[in-house]
């Protein structure tokens, strides 16, 4: 395959900064049960809706990144990652059982959520399930939580990912420098942000890391290429062998509860059901 092989040399990382990954805890089982018990006594006792709980845990995780090359790269770096979950189920008034979940995640065990919010966040969450209502046919204005919109954001991920670009198997093939989304819509990169769960100082190829803007005033800024597609697409390695690393969705500066109020009578999307989409 004349398309495979290292990606180019000048692409290579030179320098690997620090970019504050790496803080592991001494083991203690001890604190890690009291963290799952507190969030999950917490969620327990916030409403008598509040029927179980479908478990609790704290988890620890430590990595080493190791990658060298044919061009006489090698470099490494040591990444940590902390976790609290909670998990917990409800009965409604006509008697039907739902379950929703709450976690925290950062590289620091300090930056966590207390495990009192979690087990919180869990019940509010499982209690907002309860008692669904339906709406009366009609067109309404539709808002998706968070949670819904990293989902459709990982959509675009894969449209304007190298591999189905090549393979002419996406929808945005041909769209770079064009209008896809929105004016307002506006999505940056940034790998090197301090403690960040996505931050990486080189991609899966040795290439180096760096800021870029991916959508632009609604503008497809740029595609996301290992060394291979770049090779298939006669274009550079964008350094997301891997994955991407810290999006950011420019905010219009608005808060929840101000685009519920703007939303008015309309759907909160907070969870959807199917086998993906065809890009």
């Not at 190298?162 to 996406?170: A, E, T």
């Not at 870029?212 to 006669?234: H, P």
Request: hydrophobic share 35%.
């Amino acid at each position: 395959d004349p398309f495979a092989g290292p990606a180019p040399k000048e692409f290579m990382v030179k320098e690997v900064p620090d970019l504050d990954l790496f803080h592991p805890d001494s083991p203690d089982p001890d604190y890690a049960a009291q963290v799952a018990i507190a969030a999950e006594k917490e969620a327990l006792s916030y409403s008598d809706a509040i029927k179980q709980s479908d478990g609790a845990s704290y988890d620890s995780h430590y990595g080493v990144k190791v990658y060298g090359n044919s061009h006489g790269l090698l470099a490494s770096y040591a990444s940590s990652r902390h976790s609290t979950s909670c998990c917990v189920i409800g009965v409604g008034k006509n008697g039907e059982m739902e379950r929703d979940y709450s976690y925290t995640v950062a590289r620091h065990r300090d930056d966590l959520w207390t495990p009192e919010t979690v087990g919180r966040k869990a019940a509010e969450n499982t209690v907002s399930r309860l008692d669904a209502q339906r709406l009366k046919t009609g067109p309404y204005p539709i808002m998706f939580a968070a949670d819904v919109a990293t989902g459709l954001i990982g959509h675009l991920v894969m449209a304007i990912s190298g591999g189905n670009l090549y393979r002419k198997s996406s929808f945005l093939l041909d769209h770079l420098g064009k209008q896809v989304l929105p004016e307002w819509f506006n999505i940056s990169e940034r790998p090197h942000v301090l403690r960040g769960l996505a931050s990486s100082p080189f991609d899966s190829e040795g290439v180096y890391t760096q800021d870029c803007e991916i959508i632009t005033d609604g503008v497809l800024a740029s595609y996301l290429l290992t060394s291979y597609a770049a090779r298939k697409m006669k274009m550079d390695p964008t350094g997301h062998a891997g994955g991407i690393h810290n999006w950011y969705v420019k905010s219009t500066g608005q808060n929840f509860e101000q685009m519920l109020k703007e939303l008015g009578t309309g759907l909160l999307v907070t969870e959807v059901m199917g086998q993906g989409v065809n890009v």
